[in-house]
């Protein structure tokens, strides 16, 4: 079982709202990165950090914006929510920011926006 | 941007058989490939990765091969087992450690 951890498992909002997720990395690893995975469709790409800056980013808007703190545990936080950000929130760990290291996925946050 | 499209979508065996599951992308500059089994309700685990410089995988009754060429990669599942049963993702990533993943397959494996 890997070490990256979420907070919290679940969470209900309504349109408009705002919401913050919490990711701690692996011990020994100094990126992360945000995934959106909506229902029965694969990750998508939010965005990377690293060293706490921010690293590489997807497809979404600037009202999907996160932080990285000196730990190197993450914040990823959405603005004016909508309904379609319903889904699970993956952050997943890894060792370096190259595109050939390994990540590891946390358990995810289910977020349901009503 | 990077596009991975992955088939099938569904694959149903029988308990011993093998499963093949197959993967394309579209950016040649991707140099990572990691396949991910995701059981219901929990977290995308890494199973197997291969990288551009490497044509061939192989860990226990898991393989990959990649083609960089035809800018494909294959999961092979031998000697199946219930266990096996969940849905498979493969991803393509390159230097800002993006990774695009592609839609999943759902594997049955029926005892």
């Known amino acids: 079982e890997t070490g990256v951890t979420q907070s919290p498992t679940h969470l209900i909002k309504t349109r408009g709202q705002q919401v913050t997720l919490r990711c701690s990395s692996q011990?020994?690893?100094?990126?992360v990165s945000w995934y959106q995975q909506a229902l029965g469709q694969g990750p998508q790409f939010i965005f990377q950090?690293?060293?706490?800056?921010?690293?590489g980013r997807g497809n979404f808007p600037p009202r999907f914006s996160g932080l990285q703190f000196p730990n190197y545990s993450s914040e990823l936080n959405v603005n004016a929510l909508e309904l379609d950000d319903s889904a699970l929130y993956l952050c997943?760990?890894?060792?370096?920011?190259?595109?050939?290291?390994?990540?590891?996925f946390g358990p995810g946050t289910r977020l349901t926006v009503l | 941007g990077e596009n991975v499209e992955q088939h099938p979508s569904t694959l149903s065996v029988q308990e011993g058989d093998s499963a093949v599951i197959k993967c394309t992308y579209s950016?040649?500059?991707?140099?990572?490939f990691p396949w991910y089994k995701q059981e219901l309700g929990k977290r995308p685990q890494l199973i197997i990765d291969?990288?551009?410089?490497?044509g061939e995988k192989k860990d226990q009754r898991i393989a990959v091969t990649l083609n960089k060429t035809a800018k494909h990669f294959s999961l092979h599942i031998t000697e199946t087992q219930p266990e096996d049963s969940a849905v498979y993702f493969c991803?393509?990533?390159?230097?800002?450690?993006?990774?695009?993943f592609g839609d999943g397959t759902t594997l049955t494996v029926k005892p």
């Open positions: 991803a393509a990533s390159k230097g800002a450690g993006k990774s695009t």
């Open positions: 291969i990288r551009s410089n490497v």
């Open positions: 950090y690293y060293r706490e800056e921010e690293n």
């Open positions: 950016d040649s500059a991707s140099n990572y």
């Open positions: 997943a760990s890894s060792g370096a920011s190259g595109g050939d290291t390994p990540q590891y």
């Open positions: 011990s020994g690893h100094n990126t």
